[in-house]
T-cell receptor, first 115, second 112 residues
Framework: DAGVIQSPRHEVTEMGQEVTLRCKPI?????LFWYRQTMMRGLELLIYFNNNVPIDDSGMPEDRFSAKMPNASFSTLKIQPSEPRDSAVYFC?????????????FGDGTRLSIL | QKEVEQDPGPLSVPEGAIVSLNCTYSNSAFQYFMWYRQYSRKGPELLMYTYSSGNKEDGRFTAQVDKSSKYISLFIRDSQPSDSATYLC????????????FGKGTKLTVNP
């Protein structure tokens, strides 16, 4: 089975530009998580969805960040306008809602550099 | 105090050594404890999953949870160069499919 698929793998853009990160969860999974990983702060949860509905967005740093999940097989994380401090690796993970013994499966991340 | 504390290392050991990795936490509501392994430029992958206190063994890996001390450990026996990675502890109040809080990770190098 295909795992969690993220695109692009790498993104380099200039400050002020809009950035869109994409995620395709594992088929059949109904929880989706967006994380950000930096050396300073480690892996932090930004937002997560259950059945395409945002449940907890308390980790979203600012209004410049937004996330959508229009259907069960696709989610986006958008940063507009981007700033150098947004440079990080962004991970998407998916899991099976309500199954307490089921882990989150991670994609290989998008490495974002804002110049 | 952060919810989850983990020594970032780095930790360097010779092949065959026993490795001990640890995390402490402050939230007594945590019931589910996980260890993820992350290779360079890859996403974290689940290594061990435990519920509440006790030990769990899987091959060369043993996870221990001591809820009374708010302390969890991962032991790797007969360590191999392929074990070289960053190890992240993670925990949750409601299960692996819910909101996880991660440690910052410990970078391990096993030298041949």
């Amino acid at each position: 089975d295909a795992g969690v698929i993220q695109s692009p793998r790498h993104e380099v853009t200039e400050m002020g530009q809009e950035v869109t990160l994409r995620c395709k969860p594992i088929s059949g999974h109904n929880s989706l998580f967006w994380y950000r990983q930096t050396m300073m702060r480690g892996l932090e949860l930004l937002i997560y969805f259950n059945n395409n509905v945002p449940i907890d967005d308390s980790g979203m740093p600012e209004d410049r960040f937004s996330a959508k999940m229009p259907n069960a097989s696709f989610s986006t994380l958008k940063i507009q306008p981007s700033e150098p401090r947004d440079s990080a690796v962004y991970f998407c993970a998916s899991s099976l809602l309500g199954a307490s013994n089921q882990p989150q499966h991670f994609g290989d991340g998008t490495r974002l550099s804002i110049l | 105090q952060k919810e989850v504390e983990q020594d970032p290392g780095p930790l360097s050991v010779p092949e065959g050594a026993i490795v001990s990795l640890n995390c402490t936490y402050s939230n007594s509501a945590f019931q589910y404890f996980m260890w993820y392994r992350q290779y360079s430029r890859k996403g974290p992958e689940l290594l061990m999953y435990t519920y509440s206190s006790g030990n769990k063994e899987d091959g060369r890996f043993t996870a221990q949870v001591d809820k009374s001390s708010k302390y969890i450990s991962l032991f790797i026996r007969d360590s191999q160069p392929s074990d070289s990675a960053t190890y992240l502890c993670a925990m949750s109040a409601q299960g692996g499919s819910e909101k996880l809080v991660f440690g910052k990770g410990t970078k391990l190098t096993v030298n041949p």
